[in-house]
């Protein structure tokens, strides 16, 4: 054994550079080149273009590429997203718009020229996997009559379209939310999920008998987010964020089956409605998960500590191809949704953040889709601030951005609407009214948004406005003018 060195007083200080230069080297490494990343190996990416200020489809590809993405799925045929795609080896799923379903069920020739326009132009070199016909069709009960009896005939049509063309590597599914169950996203246990009864004979079963047939997928948006928020402390935030360390566990009384984290219960209790229909071997694929970066006041745990946890670990997950309790080692294809914040999607502040960019390509926090980066090897977080409910007051007003550069025709029309809402809207921005002065379209637009929002907010109202209001805590009040708040 060689003899012992003598502590020296530098040593403290060498052991410190080392763990530093080792922690920068484990992040160079992991730097996300998009040259480093295998054909097909990461987790698939929502490529969304609801926004009016995001990179272009070429910029788009090397972006998904950076982080790792092995597919992507857009939600139309987009040719210069398609052409952009072209070459790149990931394989790519199309979405068919809902409003053209009732037209390809009712036509093969409807739906061979639509394979003939959309498809067949950029097959080999865009690796089209799937075609998704609608998207969370189910969901929209205002289409119940039109749309969702012809979802299978359209499916039909399309699958003989490719067929009769010698297209044998493009299989076909739809996207479907957790509400297509009885329970809707959170069925406890499992074991017991089964479809609604408004379309489980009519829709499901004929659905499933196809996707068996055609060897495909049933797609299903999953996203533990929603279930956690609204759960009111049932579900542990470390359960939903797939925390390989929680503690949690639940076992599901039927089955005997332990979960340890809330997407594998939600995938099981699909799995487990599919088997009531008999249809219990057909194969699922997540189309949509994640997590928001960001959101309204009101929407607790949305922050970019969360949705970088939650993807992480998502990704490292699927590296193993654990499969879930019921189904231990199915390989199964998942789309992280989504690509960027995309700034026009309406609804609440949650809509707007679930990107792994921001929309100029900077990206929201690093990712690697591909699991291969271990979890200590990413850089530190920002701790987040709303894992608890906000309390305090808040208010809705004209967006600082929208403030900037006033579209005064658009706020004009969405002042027009606020105050036709409800009763006494608009009364104290009338000449007189106690919020007439300042007489501008943008101090009126945000005395009627936030009235016309403290008056609906808990039917559903959002403070958006298309794109020109925004939440506040700061009181918007002045003077003798006084704005109503709501507590979080």
């Not at 979802?151 to 739809?174: C, D, W």
């Not at 706020?411 to 027009?416: E, I, Q, Y």
């Not at 009627?448 to 406005?465: D, E, I, L, P, V």
Request: charged share 15%; proline share 8%.
């Amino acid at each position: 054994m060689a003899a012992s060195m003598p502590a020296s007083p530098l040593r403290p200080l060498l052991l410190l550079l080392l763990a530093a230069l080792t922690c920068h080297a484990a992040d160079a490494s992991w730097s996300g080149s998009p040259f480093r990343h295998g054909r097909g190996r990461g987790l698939g990416v929502n490529y969304g273009r609801v926004a009016d200020d995001i990179p272009t489809p070429r910029r788009s590809v090397q972006l998904l590429r950076a982080a790792g993405a092995g597919s992507v799925k857009i939600y139309d045929a987009n040719p210069a997203v398609l052409r952009a795609l072209a070459g790149t080896g990931m394989a790519v799923s199309i979405m068919v718009p809902n409003q053209v379903i009732p037209d390809l069920a009712a036509s093969y020739a409807a739906a061979d020229r639509w394979v003939a326009a959309n498809l067949l132009p950029y097959l080999p070199r865009t690796r089209v996997k799937f075609l998704l016909v609608g998207n969370e069709v189910l969901s929209d009960g205002s289409i119940a009559a039109s749309t969702w009896p012809r979802i299978v005939p359209a499916m039909e049509n399309l699958h003989r379209s490719l067929r009769a063309r010698r297209v044998s590597r493009v299989k076909l599914g739809t996207t479907l939310a957790m509400d297509a169950l009885v329970a809707g996203a959170f069925p406890r246990p499992p074991s017991a999920a089964a479809f609604r009864p408004d379309i489980a004979e009519s829709v499901l079963r004929p659905l499933l008998r196809f996707l068996e047939g055609t060897n495909s997928y049933y797609f299903v948006d999953a996203y533990t987010y929603f279930v956690w928020a609204g759960s009111n402390g049932t579900v542990t935030l470390d359960y939903a964020l797939l925390q390989p360390a929680t503690r949690a566990r639940y076992v599901d009384p039927g089955t005997g089956l332990t979960y340890t984290n809330l997407l594998d219960e939600m995938l099981d209790a699909v799995g487990a409605a599919m088997s009531k229909l008999g249809h219990g071997g057909v194969r699922i694929a997540v189309a949509e998960t994640g997590w928001p970066n960001g959101g309204d006041y009101d929407q607790i745990g949305a922050n970019v500590r969360n949705a970088a946890v939650y993807n992480r670990n998502l990704a490292a997950r699927m590296a193993r191809n654990p499969g879930t309790p019921a189904r231990p080692g199915a390989r199964m294809p998942v789309f992280v949704f989504s690509l960027y914040n995309e700034n026009l999607k309406p609804g609440p502040g949650t809509e707007r953040h679930w990107g792994l960019y921001y929309p100029n390509g900077t990206a929201v926090y690093r990712v690697d889709l591909t699991g291969r980066r271990p979890l200590w090897a990413y850089p530190p977080l920002p701790a987040p601030e709303n894992d608890t409910p906000y309390k305090g007051q808040i208010w809705c007003v004209l967006a600082a951005h929208a403030g900037r550069k006033l579209n005064e025709t658009a706020v004009g029309d969405a002042l027009t609407y606020a105050c036709g809402q409800g009763n006494g809207t608009c009364d104290a921005v009338q000449p007189g009214g106690e919020c007439f002065q300042p007489n501008t379209g943008a101090a009126h637009a945000s005395y009627a948004f936030n009235s016309y929002w403290q008056q609906f907010r808990k039917t559903g109202a959002t403070c958006y406005f298309n794109n020109l209001a925004e939440q506040t805590i700061k009181d918007p009040s002045h003077g003798s003018c006084k704005f109503r708040s709501s507590l979080g």
